[in-house]
């Protein structure tokens, strides 16, 4: 789960780390008073739960009323990466002599807690990390404990200063606090700045969350802005399924993750172009594949459907009278291909003959017809 | 032969007394796996299919000398019990459940590494040797004896590839299952010394899917360590950037983790890449002639 920069900015602003005052803001007329409040100069940011905010020109340096309701006109509703800017956050201007990146995250290579740091703040990180390596500073922890001398030498690299470094030291010890008891994934600071006063100030803030955490985590799912959520997404989330939408014609219901991507995989292959990716678990319960089918068919684009259950510990022919039960509880007029392999499959399509429903045996033959049948029906 | 699991396996089950581990408990048992001992804190002195249920793991490690254990108790509780497997020190601990904290497995991770245990999982599907013993949720009958070794990231992908190689008349030695999640306790490098040293495996199936760059290290290592044939499949390359694909592990960030640089990074080593399920068990199968 990911929140916004404001959002972040709260959090840090509650573990006593520096922010630029700010605003939160959704009518122009709510970003004119907030500059008149933080003026002479300002900041005025799109709140979207995407990066490249700035290239995109979601973000602009105000100086008067006139800029910031100008700058208000153009972003509130201005789309970024597909993601909808209805929130902005108007922050007061900070002088800045020194931008640094740090981060603290999940280190999925080395399996532990990890730091990023760059003196080059302000930029892509990831474009730093390939053009100039050398720049960056990476050191990490394999428990909970902050690592302290590391942190310190890193401290002082990032703006050069030995006079900032215990300074940026405490915002690294902050951000492992946070971390920790946060759940995090992510909190990065891009970027960190070193003020004409000698001051580090967060200018930008970042976090995301492990969704398997947010159970112990109240005040994170507090946050969530469903506008920057699928609704399907949530929706399949609280029914047990887990499904995303993708711009394609050929609906998928697939048990287990990796199975279901390799049934996109294939229907890529055989040139057709998967609807979504919906993986259905282990249940038999027709209800489930009932509320399956309703996100499948619900962006009205679907032209036909696969089902590809692989029946291990669940038996096919119980998936088989989930998916007839399902079939008499609802109206579905798309080709259907069914493939059932594995535990008792051959039970399971005996159940289905005599249905609407069209058999396959093997994956590649399913995909295959699948796309076949939904190049002659009408979505 | 086979790797990590076998007739002389005594497991425990921890989490016996629940819904899924009283279920799995029974079919294991059933397979023909040595299940010696259950246990769930406050359920000592129980019996589930005739198993004894201890409170902790170290009365049940004492009591009946199991020296592997498989977990199967909640998300929440996960962590916990896989502590008490690290600290009764069980040589093999492996973990079913899924949806377990990410940041509650670093320290785990490195303990384990440390004492020198094998942690498999979690949010995977266990290890099987066919016809010697079945630890996890694989339905058993799909397996058949044989000398390809299987690793995979993912559960019903790797039941679909078990069965098309099996259906082949191609047998496994030992299918591992790794785990799905970001943090997982064994990673390919971890097993493949054991498939490499075990004479009865002859190739090696890699099943991987997008996110990490776990494949892209594994293939670098295998260049100068191993020397058996090996064929490999990636799943996930339809996948949308940014994008959590059921598995939390499953998820594109830029340019890295991308099935297209795991396919060129197990190529780049001559481990070729099928494309679908039915490709990888016709290119075993072209293998062994």
Same mark, same amino acid.
């Given at each position: 789960?990911?929140?916004?920069?404001? /959002?972040?900015? /709260?959090?840090?602003?509650?573990?006593?780390?520096?922010?630029?005052?700010?605003?939160?803001?959704?009518?122009? $007329?709510?970003?004119?008073?907030?500059?008149?409040?933080?003026?002479?100069?300002?900041?005025?940011?799109?709140?979207?739960?995407?990066?490249?905010?700035?290239?995109?020109?979601?973000?602009?340096?105000?100086?008067?009323?006139?800029?910031?309701?100008?700058?208000?006109?153009?972003?509130?509703?201005?789309?970024?990466?597909?993601?909808?800017?209805?929130?902005?956050?108007?922050?007061?201007?900070?002088?800045?002599?020194?931008?640094?990146?740090? !981060?603290?995250?999940?280190?999925?290579?080395?399996?532990?807690?990890?730091?990023?740091?760059?003196?080059?703040?302000?930029?892509?990180?990831? /474009?730093?990390?390939?053009?100039?390596?050398? /720049?960056?500073?990476?050191?990490?922890?394999? %428990?909970?404990?902050?690592?302290?001398? $590391?942190?310190?030498?890193?401290?002082?690299?990032?703006?050069?200063?030995?006079?900032?470094?215990?300074?940026?030291?405490?915002?690294?010890?902050?951000?492992?606090?946070? =971390?920790?008891?946060?759940?995090?994934?992510?909190? $990065?600071?891009?970027?960190?700045?070193?003020?004409?006063?000698? $001051?580090?100030?967060?200018?930008?803030?970042?976090?995301?969350?492990?969704?398997?955490?947010?159970?112990?985590?109240? !005040?994170?799912?507090?946050?969530?802005?469903?506008?920057?959520?699928?609704?399907?997404?949530?929706?399949?989330?609280?029914?047990?399924?887990?499904?995303?939408?993708?711009?394609?014609?050929?609906?998928?219901?697939?048990?287990?993750?990796?199975?279901?991507?390799?049934?996109?995989?294939?229907?890529?292959?055989?040139?057709?172009?998967?609807?979504?990716?919906?993986?259905?678990?282990?249940?038999?319960?027709?209800?489930?594949?009932? %509320?399956?089918?309703?996100?499948?068919?619900?962006?009205?684009?679907?032209?036909?459907?696969?089902?590809?259950? =692989?029946?291990?510990?669940?038996?096919?022919?119980?998936?088989?009278?989930?998916?007839?039960?399902?079939?008499?509880?609802?109206?579905?007029?798309?080709?259907?291909?069914?493939?059932?392999?594995?535990?008792?499959?051959?039970?399971?399509?005996?159940?289905?003959?005599?249905?609407?429903?069209?058999?396959?045996? !093997?994956? !590649?033959?399913?995909?295959?017809?699948?796309?076949?049948?939904?190049?002659?029906?009408?979505? | *032969?086979?790797?990590?699991?076998?007739?002389?396996?005594?497991?425990?089950?921890?989490?016996?007394?629940?819904?899924?581990?009283?279920?799995?408990?029974?079919?294991?048992?059933?397979?023909?796996?040595?299940?010696?001992?259950?246990?769930?804190?406050?359920?000592?002195?129980?019996?589930?299919?005739?198993?004894?249920?201890?409170?902790?793991?170290?009365?049940?490690?004492?009591?009946?000398?199991?020296?592997?254990?498989?977990?199967?108790?909640?998300? +929440?509780?996960?962590?916990?019990?896989?502590?008490?497997?690290?600290?009764?020190?069980?040589?093999?601990?492996?973990?079913?459940?899924?949806?377990?904290?990410?940041?509650? *497995?670093?320290?785990?991770?490195?303990?384990?590494?440390?004492?020198?245990?094998?942690?498999?999982?979690?949010?995977?599907?266990?290890?099987?040797?066919?016809?010697?013993?079945?630890?996890?949720?694989?339905?058993?009958?799909?397996?058949?004896?044989? +000398?390809?070794?299987?690793?995979?990231?993912?559960?019903?992908?790797?039941?679909?590839?078990?069965?098309?190689?099996?259906?082949?008349?191609?047998?496994?030695?030992?299918?591992?299952?790794?785990?799905?999640?970001?943090?997982?306790?064994?990673?390919?490098?971890?097993?493949?010394?054991?498939?490499?040293?075990?004479?009865?495996?002859?190739?090696?199936?890699?099943?991987?899917?997008?996110?990490?760059?776990?494949?892209?290290?594994?293939?670098?290592?295998?260049?100068?360590?191993?020397?058996?044939?090996?064929?490999?499949?990636?799943?996930?390359?339809?996948?949308?950037?940014?994008?959590?694909?059921?598995?939390?592990?499953?998820?594109?960030?830029?340019?890295?983790?991308?099935?297209?640089? +795991?396919?060129?990074?197990?190529?780049?080593?001559?481990?070729?890449?099928?494309?679908?399920?039915?490709?990888?068990?016709? *290119?075993? +199968?072209?293998?062994?002639?």
């Amino acid at each position: 789960m990911n929140i916004h920069e404001y /959002q972040a900015k /709260q959090i840090f602003k509650e573990y006593g780390l520096s922010v630029p005052e700010g605003r939160l803001a959704t009518t122009p $007329e709510e970003v004119v008073a907030a500059y008149e409040e933080l003026g002479p100069i300002a900041a005025v940011k799109a709140q979207v739960h995407t990066g490249g905010r700035g290239k995109a020109g979601g973000v602009k340096v105000v100086k008067s009323v006139a800029e910031a309701r100008e700058a208000a006109d153009a972003i509130l509703g201005m789309d970024i990466k597909g993601h909808t800017v209805n929130k902005v956050y108007v922050e007061a201007g900070a002088d800045i002599a020194q931008e640094a990146y740090l !981060s603290v995250l999940i280190d999925r290579s080395a399996k532990n807690i990890g730091y990023i740091a760059s003196a080059a703040g302000g930029m892509d990180i990831e /474009q730093v990390a390939e053009e100039t390596p050398d /720049q960056i500073i990476r050191f990490g922890t394999n %428990n909970y404990d902050f690592p302290e001398a $590391e942190a310190q030498a890193a401290a002082v690299k990032l703006f050069g200063s030995e006079e900032a470094a215990p300074a940026v030291a405490e915002v690294m010890r902050t951000i492992f606090k946070i =971390f920790l008891e946060k759940d995090a994934q992510l909190v $990065e600071i891009n970027p960190l700045v070193l003020t004409g006063a000698g $001051e580090v100030v967060c200018l930008d803030g970042k976090m995301s969350f492990d969704d398997n955490a947010l159970f112990r985590q109240e !005040s994170v799912v507090a946050m969530r802005d469903m506008q920057e959520e699928d609704e399907n997404e949530i929706e399949a989330k609280a029914k047990g399924l887990s499904f995303i939408q993708l711009d394609g014609d050929i609906g998928c219901m697939v048990n287990g993750a990796g199975l279901a991507m390799a049934t996109m995989d294939m229907i890529n292959l055989y040139g057709g172009d998967p609807a979504n990716f919906l993986d259905v678990g282990g249940s038999s319960n027709p209800e489930k594949v009932v %509320n399956a089918f309703k996100l499948i068919l619900a962006s009205g684009r679907v032209k036909a459907v696969l089902i590809n259950i =692989f029946g291990g510990i669940t038996r096919c022919d119980d998936i088989a009278k989930g998916i007839l039960t399902a079939f008499e509880q609802m109206e579905i007029n798309l080709p259907v291909v069914v493939r059932l392999a594995g535990t008792n499959a051959e039970e399971g399509k005996a159940l289905l003959e005599g249905s609407s429903l069209i058999p396959a045996t !093997s994956l !590649s033959e399913a995909v295959k017809k699948t796309i076949e049948l939904g190049k002659g029906a009408s979505a | *032969m086979s790797i990590l699991v076998d007739e002389n396996t005594k497991l425990l089950v921890q989490g016996i007394t629940g819904r899924d581990g009283s279920f799995h408990a029974g079919q294991m048992i059933e397979y023909g796996t040595k299940v010696v001992a259950g246990c769930t804190p406050g359920k000592g002195g129980q019996d589930v299919h005739g198993v004894p249920v201890f409170d902790t793991v170290q009365e049940a490690v004492n009591v009946t000398g199991a020296n592997a254990t498989v977990i199967y108790v909640p998300a +929440k509780f996960a962590p916990g019990a896989m502590k008490e497997a690290v600290d009764a020190d069980i040589p093999l601990i492996i973990c079913i459940t899924e949806g377990v904290c990410v940041n509650d *497995m670093v320290d785990i991770y490195h303990e384990v590494k440390a004492k020198g245990l094998t942690l498999i999982g979690p949010n995977c599907p266990g290890v099987i040797s066919p016809d010697k013993a079945k630890i996890g949720i694989m339905p058993g009958p799909i397996h058949k004896p044989g +000398k390809v070794g299987v690793i995979s990231r993912s559960g019903t992908l790797t039941y679909e590839i078990v069965y098309a190689l099996t259906e082949m008349g191609i047998g496994q030695s030992t299918c591992v299952g790794i785990g799905g999640d970001p943090i997982v306790g064994s990673n390919p490098r971890d097993i493949l010394p054991l498939f490499e040293s075990d004479p009865d495996t002859e190739a090696v199936v890699l099943v991987g899917e997008i996110g990490g760059d776990e494949e892209e290290r594994t293939a670098e290592w295998m260049k100068s360590n191993f020397t058996k044939p090996a064929f490999a499949y990636i799943v996930g390359a339809s996948a949308p950037e940014g994008k959590r694909m059921g598995h939390a592990g499953a998820i594109v960030s830029g340019n890295a983790g991308t099935a297209e640089s +795991k396919i060129n990074a197990y190529n780049s080593v001559g481990v070729p890449v099928a494309k679908t399920i039915d490709e990888v068990a016709e *290119m075993v +199968k072209a293998h062994f002639g």
